[in-house]
């Protein structure tokens, strides 16, 4: 019971925050962005592996 007495009475912050919104117009851009920049990584991913296998038959 001193336990649950203490946990009951410690002052937990909420998971969530009261004071902030996000807009769903918000969300959606930044998950545009998410995603092109995560296309121009993967781009560079490949266009790194090829210039190495240029660069490669070089020598």
Do not use: A, R
């Not at 969530?16 to 991913?45: A, H, R």
């Amino acid at each position: 019971m001193d336990i649950k007495k203490k946990f009951e009475s410690t002052n937990n912050p909420d998971f969530f925050s009261k004071e902030m919104l996000i807009t769903k117009k918000s969300l959606n851009e930044n998950q545009l962005k998410y995603n092109y920049q995560k296309q121009l990584i993967s781009d560079l991913d490949y266009k790194h592996k090829e210039w190495s296998k240029f660069v490669g038959s070089q020598f």
